[in-house]
């Protein structure tokens, strides 16, 4: 059975950095892209960071790309999520999610997907 546990979340101040990690298993982790998505109350949930399985490769959302970094260990099975400079339209639950090579970097169709985890950022 494939988890996917998400953790880092908390209440942070704008300004503030927070790191999430995404820890894996039940799955070949490093043949894995995996991906880093958010839903915030009331909308949509929205594509934020990628990461290809080798960890060479990596796509951003344009309202994170600067702020945010993914990065992944792959003898740890984990993938992490740097965020600085929070704003707090950054509030949203994060979810990891994991997907066989050759996704659209962003499309829904990863396989696999984690429980999420709370980012609020007050002003």
């Known amino acids: 059975q494939v988890q996917l546990v998400t953790s880092g979340g908390g209440l942070v101040q704008a300004g503030d950095s927070l790191r999430l990690s995404c820890a894996a298993a039940g799955l070949a982790f490093s043949a894995y892209d995996m991906g880093w998505f958010r839903q915030a109350p009331g909308k949509e949930r929205e594509f934020v960071a990628h990461?290809?399985?080798?960890?060479?490769?990596?796509h951003y959302s344009e309202s994170v790309k600067g702020r945010f970094t993914i990065s992944r260990d792959n003898a740890k099975n984990t993938v992490d999520l740097q965020m600085n400079s929070l704003k707090p339209e950054d509030t949203a639950i994060y979810f990891c999610a994991a997907s066989l090579p050759g996704i659209v970097p962003g499309s829904s169709n990863y396989q696999h997907w984690g429980q999420g985890t709370q980012v609020t950022v007050s002003s």
């Open positions: 990461i290809t399985r080798s960890g060479s490769i990596t």
